[in-house]
């Protein structure tokens, strides 16, 4: 797998050995990064089930200003980690599950979440039940700013997921993959 465009482009990413890891496809990421570009200089990235840092990555890559890596698989860490540290763009990586990292980053502050992303992909294993897949979609919700994008990977034939904060502006199929891209509601919005 390789980066595809930006300072990085052309630069391949590890993945673990015998992983269970199951990165989006080379066009299915080209087509995510292509809908979103005008958002991507400065942004600042949540990468959710990271991976080989594929999508974090890709976005430091065309401008992002900084991504945090969220994985906790051991081999996977080891390869996001190398490929972090071998494209030297930066990002920080979170040795944590998910939801432990969502339920500590949307703790219930005075003023809100102390952080806000402008861009969240969200890429959990197909096997996490819809249910699970909304309830990290509401809380991922709570850490975008305005005018904020979240981005989920799923297998092609499920249902769209549901999550409070979030309207559906796109759906694409690719393969055997769907993707949702969502943004944030607009406060007196709907």
Same mark, same amino acid.
């Given at each position: /797998? ?21 990165? /989006? ?22 990468? =959710? ?27 996977? =860490? ?77 297998? =092609? ?34």
């Amino acid at each position: /797998m390789r980066i595809i465009a930006g300072i990085a482009k052309g630069r391949i990413l590890k993945a673990p050995p015998g992983s269970g890891t199951r990165p /989006m496809t080379g066009r299915a990421r080209e087509a995510v990064f292509s809908s979103i570009a005008a958002a991507l200089p400065g942004a600042d990235v949540l990468d =959710l089930y990271a991976g080989t840092g594929s999508l974090g990555l890709e976005a430091l890559s065309r401008g992002a200003a900084t991504a945090v890596f969220v994985e906790r698989d051991r081999a996977a =860490l080891r390869a996001l980690r190398a490929n972090v540290g071998a494209l030297g763009l930066g990002g920080e990586v979170v040795a944590r599950s998910v939801d432990g990292y969502l339920a500590s980053a949307t703790a219930d502050h005075p003023s809100g979440p102390s952080v806000r992303f402008t861009l969240v992909f969200v890429d959990p294993p197909y096997e996490l039940p819809i249910t699970g897949v909304e309830q990290q979609l509401a809380a991922a919700a709570r850490l975008l700013g305005h005018r904020g994008s979240l981005v989920l990977h799923r297998r =092609l034939g499920e249902h769209r997921p549901e999550a409070p904060g979030l309207r559906l502006v796109r759906t694409r199929t690719y393969g055997t993959a769907r993707i949702w891209r969502y943004e944030k509601i607009r406060p007196g919005s709907g």
